[in-house]
């Protein structure tokens, strides 16, 4: 297949996977806003099933306390994360189109922040901040650009991913409702505080702060994120030829463990848009009140 020559002399043959992502061109620009330890594994996921325009945010720089989760090397301690990931890609497949932003997205100009969300055909939503994800959340419903959303709980002991489909399912705002008021969901509460914390958020009034999961607590949430963000993608794209199954679900929240044991559970919903939403609903922002259906 002379398509698939020109990609393997690029330097990425798909051809043992193409009966997966199908006649899709694959050339959708995602934008992914958090290169940690969640993100960076979903950039590595999508840039080797076939994806290579990437737009990639992140301020940080990696460090030693990075390295018990993070899949970047030792020698890169002090690099801008953005820039491993940069030439991570470049490294993986030269055919690879990167914008890297060594920036905090929520400190970005306005009139920078349109231009990556004109640009953008998905947004993946990777970042550990709280404020951060209901910004994206917010710029990708009043843009109507799809986006997805991980993020692991406290301690490792489960995780979120979620999809947003404009128009079509609810945003992280309504998953935040619904979630208060649904049983048996993988929460931050599932995890002991520790003395470390007590120490930091109590001690030193550190309100950011949290104990972390183990690098293969963080890596079963960025493998689904990944997973769901290709099925996104591969939709967004009108792929046919492709073996994978619809994807009807838009939230999936796995619990790991808890303090009883092991249990790797999913809970899988189609999540719905609740009119009376703040962020994405049919009704006034004054009229709307938390969780009213």
Same mark, same amino acid.
Request: with cysteine; glycine share 8%; net charge negative.
């Given at each position: ?8 002399? /690029? ?139 991980? /993020? ?142």
């Amino acid at each position: 297949m002379a398509g698939e020559s020109a990609a393997a002399a /690029l330097g990425l043959d798909r051809q043992r996977i193409r009966h997966l992502t199908g006649d899709s061109p694959q050339r959708s620009r995602v934008t992914i806003i958090g290169l940690g330890s969640g993100g960076f594994p979903v950039m590595e996921h999508l840039a080797m099933s076939g994806w290579r325009c990437f737009t990639l945010i992140d301020h940080d720089v990696l460090e030693d306390v990075n390295l018990v989760k993070h899949p970047a090397q030792r020698s890169d301690l002090g690099r801008l994360k953005v820039d491993v990931a940069a030439e991570w890609l470049a490294d993986r497949n030269p055919a690879s189109e990167v914008t890297a932003l060594a920036a905090d997205f929520l400190k970005l100009p306005a009139a920078d922040v349109d231009k990556i969300m004109a640009e953008s055909d998905l947004v993946v939503s990777a970042t550990d901040s709280q404020e951060a994800r209901n910004v994206i959340n917010e710029l990708c419903v009043r843009t109507s650009t799809p986006m997805t959303m991980g /993020l692991v709980h406290r301690g490792g002991t489960g995780g979120t991913v979620m999809a947003y489909r404009p128009g079509q399912s609810g945003c992280y705002t309504c998953l935040q409702y619904i979630a208060d008021a649904l049983d048996g969901l993988p929460s931050d509460h599932d995890f002991p505080v520790t003395s470390e914390e007590s120490e930091q958020l109590y001690g030193r009034s550190v309100t950011s702060y949290g104990v972390a999961g183990l690098s293969a607590d963080i890596a079963l949430i960025a493998a689904m994120l990944a997973q769901v963000t290709i099925k996104e993608l591969l939709s967004i794209e009108e792929a046919a030829g492709t073996v994978l199954p619809s994807m009807e679900m838009t939230w999936i929240a796995l619990q790991v463990r808890s303090t009883d044991g092991w249990e790797w559970r999913p809970t899988m919903i189609d999540l719905p848009q609740i009119d009376s939403c703040p962020t994405c609903g049919l009704v006034p922002d004054d009229e709307a009140g938390p969780g009213q259906p």
